[in-house]
């Protein structure tokens, strides 16, 4: 079956723009996350989704971010108000269930470039 | 809350050759140990995972990795490196009864004819 997309794969903005990235997931996932990668870093947790519901919001960097998901599917990550520090690849996950031996499978990444 | 390093940024190894990349973290307890890779332009793919039992774990496009618990590591080895193996190899960290992954910086496997 179809794996996870994201969309746009590329977006570049001016700084002070909001921007929202789309992630799809793996139909029947009841699990979602967004992870940032900056060039040279890991990837960093930002939020996850159980169904609709985000128990847990602590990564995300500042009140700039949101998330939502609506119908246990689309997720829709908002940047507003842009900073050049914000560029990296936004990547989304999905797996069946919220668990760490659950196997997230990863989407192609957005990558996210602030002028 | 449990972290991951991986020590080498880059290597560069030649095709047949065998690689191992160094994987170390940081976890009170027994922790779920992954690896995954990521082709330039695809998402991030599982190549093998740990939890429990068997410290060799056998993955997928013939890679293997070895937990041991008093060195705190997970590395990750194959035989005989092929030109498609080039990519960026992450390892991450997990905790039983939680949902999150932490995963390490990274590393670079380029591989020359």
């Known amino acids: 079956g179809a794996g996870v997309s994201q969309s746009p794969s590329n977006k570049v903005t001016e700084k002070g723009k909001d921007v929202e990235l789309r992630c799809d997931p793996i139909s029947g996932h009841t699990a979602l996350y967004w992870y940032r990668q900056s060039l040279g870093q890991g990837l960093e947790f930002l939020i996850y989704f159980q169904g609709n519901s985000a128990p847990d919001k602590s990564g995300l960097p500042s009140d700039r971010f949101s998330a939502e998901r609506t119908g246990g599917s689309v997720s829709t990550l908002t940047i507003q108000r842009t900073q050049q520090e914000d560029s990296a690849v936004y990547l989304c996950?999905?797996?069946?269930?919220?668990?760490?031996?659950?196997?997230?499978?990863f989407g192609p990444g957005t990558r996210l470039t602030v002028l | 809350a449990q972290s991951v390093t991986q020590p080498d940024i880059h290597i560069t190894v030649s095709e047949g050759a065998s690689l191992e990349l160094r994987c170390n973290y940081s976890y009170g307890a027994t922790p779920y140990l992954f690896w995954y890779v990521q082709s330039p332009g695809q998402g991030l793919q599982l190549l093998l995972k740990y939890f429990s039992g068997d410290t060799l774990v056998q993955g997928i496009k013939g890679f293997e990795a070895e937990f041991k618990r008093s060195q705190s590591s997970f590395n990750l080895r194959k035989p005989s490196v092929h030109w498609s193996d080039a990519a960026e190899y992450f390892c991450?960290?997990?905790?039983?009864?939680?949902?999150?992954?932490?995963f390490g910086a990274g590393t670079t496997v380029t591989v020359r004819a």
């Open positions: 996950a999905s797996s069946w269930v919220a668990s760490s031996t659950d196997t997230q499978y």
């Open positions: 991450a960290v997990g905790a039983p009864n939680d949902y999150k992954l932490s």
